[in-house]
């Protein structure tokens, strides 16, 4: 079974190395897929840093981690990435059991995702929680976008991890470097990609 995990890794943080072990470990995952996007739906209005710098940030993040693949198919399109997309090519590629990994806050939006119906036949999802979450407040939100009997469903999607507090905007907003590996913190430093804090 693999685990496709996708975003803008803009930058990659701690959180997107220990959760995905942390989740193929729980799963029995034999893999973990790693997709950067180009340009991410959901962020069209804040272009991420150079797909150049992203990637080899990511690199440095899971170097050492035999289970990881990088798959480099969005970075290849023209225009936003859809998971949908990505789902089918790697099914017809290599058909085998595959789950979407994603946090909680993208599981909340998923129904605005495109094809997000196809998504779930073709890689049910499997929801990492953000450390502020509450599991009945994400169960009621999703219950709000996607119907009555959907907080069942995704139910059995949470993952019992622990929490993390490391996340992309708070480095991108404070410069706080701790919340990276310490490869990416120097990469981040040569080329001056965000404010840094001194």
Request: charged content about 20%; some cysteine.
């Amino acid at each position: 079974m693999e685990l496709v995990f996708g975003g803008s890794f803009d930058p990659p943080t701690l959180a997107h190395v220990v959760l995905p072990q942390a989740a193929a470990l729980l799963l029995n995952a034999q893999r973990v897929r790693y997709v950067p996007a180009a340009i991410s739906p959901h962020k069209t209005n804040t272009p991420p840093v150079a797909a150049e710098h992203r990637l080899s940030m990511l690199r440095l993040t899971l170097a050492g981690w035999d289970q990881v693949v990088i798959d480099l198919q969005e970075l290849g399109r023209e225009g936003p990435s859809y998971t949908v997309d990505t789902l089918e090519a790697l099914a017809e590629q290599n058909p085998c059991e595959r789950r979407l990994l994603m946090g909680s806050d993208q599981a909340v939006a998923f129904h605005r995702w495109h094809r997000w119906i196809d998504i779930i036949a073709l890689a049910e999802p499997v929801v990492v929680l953000r450390d502020t979450d509450d599991v009945d407040t994400v169960l009621a939100q999703i219950e709000v976008g996607q119907g009555n009997g959907a907080a069942d469903a995704w139910r059995g999607r949470l993952l019992d991890l622990d929490r993390r507090l490391e996340s992309s905007s708070s480095v991108r907003a404070t410069g706080d470097l701790h919340q990276v590996c310490d490869a990416v913190a120097s990469y981040i430093q040569k080329h001056n990609l965000y404010e840094v804090a001194v």
